[in-house]
């Protein structure tokens, strides 16, 4: 079964500093991923999906991903973070179950932005 | 833009009650998903469901069920709520052309008591 790894419970960061938080995965075949981001009191956004090819992906509001395949990470990163970007991240994996596929989340990085 | 809508943002029940969450989604998709989200925890799967009338186990399906008697809605029944039961529920739907994004709702947010 698939799972996924965020090391990285709470981050801290001033605004306008850059970001990068880890996610690690384990599943045997290529996988699909997902960054999600959670604002409080609400649902999850997608940021970002990797399913296939250019490992570097780039999603919503400034934020982008690498694929790694040789270290299972696929790190979320921001050049310059701002205030608004406090919220819970979250990581997930999708098995290859094709358009059925199934999403295993990480337990999430709270992000703090001090001004 | 999907929506995904749940009927309450917060709930709050008594121990051995029944309690129904339920969830629509406005594109038609195929696939609905609920799960539970716990400080620490992270976002664990409930039940899911593929298509009107079919449902299938999660991670966690343990006294919870499930109903899809129409493609826009899944609904989650806690049999006989418990204490333990208390988290927030996010409902989230898929469609099935490729490999699409999965959308969720805004959540309820359930207190037993």
């Known amino acids: 079964a698939q799972s996924v790894t965020q090391p990285d419970i709470h981050i801290t960061v001033s605004e306008g500093a850059s970001l990068e938080l880890r996610c690690n995965y384990s599943y045997g075949a290529t996988p699909y991923l997902f960054w999600y981001v959670q604002s409080p009191g609400q649902g999850l956004q997608l940021l970002l999906k990797y399913f296939s090819g250019d490992t570097l992906v780039q999603g919503i509001k400034g934020f982008e991903a690498e694929f790694k395949r040789s270290q299972s990470s696929f790190n979320l990163r921001k050049p310059s973070v701002h205030w608004s970007d406090a919220a819970e991240y979250f990581c997930a994996v999708g098995d290859s179950g094709g358009s059925n596929y199934k999403l295993t989340f990480g337990k999430g990085t709270l992000l703090t932005v001090n001004p | 833009d999907v929506k995904v809508t749940q009927s309450s943002r917060y709930l709050v029940k008594r121990t051995g009650e029944k309690v129904f969450l339920e969830c629509v989604q406005d594109m038609d998709h195929e696939n609905m998903f609920w799960y539970r989200q716990d400080p620490g925890l992270g976002l664990r799967l409930i039940y899911f469901?593929?298509?009107?009338?079919?449902?299938e186990k999660g991670d966690i399906p343990e006294g919870y069920s499930v109903s899809r008697e129409k493609k826009e809605r899944f609904s989650l029944i806690l049999e006989s709520a418990s204490t333990n039961q208390t988290s927030m529920y996010l409902c989230a739907s898929r469609g099935t052309q490729g490999l699409e994004t999965q959308y969720f709702g805004p959540g309820t947010r359930l207190l037993v008591l």
């Open positions: 469901s593929y298509d009107v009338k079919m449902k």
